[in-house]
């Protein structure tokens, strides 16, 4: 069983308590890894290392074209190591997969995409139309820098691409940031933590840490150098983040909860609508905020939609993830 270890200032370290935790293949039920169970010392150290970076300047000083360009290369270095993401990301997460390659995929892109809008489209500096007041006459502008050491807290139904989001967005602004996974599914996020090492991007800029959410997430989100938190999950937890967050007066994006509805119309084709309802409740088994998890048919068409859908349901034969589903 493969070990995996934290990624804290440019170097791979266990938790400072020595306490391990034991990631599981959810198709199987048997383990799969185990990764260190950090506490406060391990944020401690995680966001003292991403300050120091920050500070430095060694990356938010960079120019928006050195930046870019070694982002581009990480993203290089994570093609690499695709094949081996996708295999562990399906067995830690239960995700199909068929999906996760193309997520992996998309992830990829998203990061080239990043890091070239914030070199070339990305309104670093704007000047307003309104100029002056009546007291005194001048040039009024925006000037946007980045906001320093960011918090992401991923869910456990995307790992990786939640991993590739969190950080792209945060160091392609020049920030730094420390990324903690969901205690289930940290694995993905270890194994890219090895890309940023073998990458120029500057020790102490992305930092990975895992454990208890209770535990190191709290710590996280207390932390006085901490500048910005970005939290998808539950409402209640996010309710809980926001508190947190407020102590400090941190930036703060929360996305949270919530329920997505398919709407049929009478005039549908409803073998099409009734095969769109199911991919939609049933893609990545289920586990994706905008699941369709409400349906809203016309009482006209009610039963018979029921009916076809009820059939569907029963004729799908879910396997094991790393084989190809098809429903």
């Known amino acids: ?11 791979f370290v266990d938790a400072k308590s020595g306490k391990t935790m034991q990631c599981v293949d959810p198709g199987t039920g ?16 995680a966001v003292k290392a991403a300050r120091k970076a920050f500070d430095s300047g060694a990356w938010s000083g960079l120019s928006l074209q050195e930046r870019s360009e070694i982002i581009m ?20 997460s239960g995700a199909p997969v068929s999906g996760v390659g193309g997520v992996l995929w998309l992830g990829g892109m998203t990061i080239r995409n990043l890091a070239w809008y914030a070199t ?19 040039t009024n502008t925006i000037i946007r820098e980045p906001v320093g050491v960011c918090v992401g807290i991923i869910p456990w139904n995307t790992p990786v691409l939640a991993a590739i989001w969190n950080i792209t967005h945060a160091i392609a602004m020049g920030n730094t940031i420390v990324l903690k996974p969901a205690s289930d599914t940290p694995v993905s996020a270890l194994i890219m933590a090895e890309t940023v090492a073998k990458s120029r991007i500057p020790k102490g800029v992305v930092n990975i840490v895992t454990g208890p959410g209770g535990e190191i997430g709290e710590a996280l989100c207390r932390h006085p150098l901490v500048d910005k938190i970005s939290f998808t999950g539950s409402t209640e937890v996010g309710q809980r983040i926001m508190s947190l967050g407020s102590e400090t007066v941190k930036k703060v994006t929360l996305e949270l909860g919530g329920k997505s509805a398919n709407i049929v119309l009478e005039d549908a084709d409803i073998d099409c609508a009734v095969d769109g309802a199911l991919v939609a409740i049933m893609y990545n088994t289920g586990q994706i905020c905008s699941a369709g998890s409400r349906l809203l048919v016309p009482r006209s068409i009610y039963d018979q939609f029921l009916t076809r859908l009820k059939k569907r349901v029963e004729d799908v034969k879910p396997g094991y993830q790393l084989s190809l589903i098809h429903i």
């Open 1 to 11: 069983m493969e070990h995996f270890k934290m990624f804290i200032g440019g170097k």
């Open 30 to 45: 048997q383990p799969l890894a185990t990764v260190p169970r950090g506490g406060a010392a391990d944020a401690d150290a």
């Open 73 to 92: 290369e990480w993203a290089d270095l994570l093609d690499m190591e695709s094949t081996r993401l996708t295999i562990h990301e399906s067995q830690n």
């Open 120 to 138: 070339n489209k990305f309104p670093w500096q704007e000047e307003l139309k309104q100029t002056g007041s009546i007291w005194a006459w001048g």
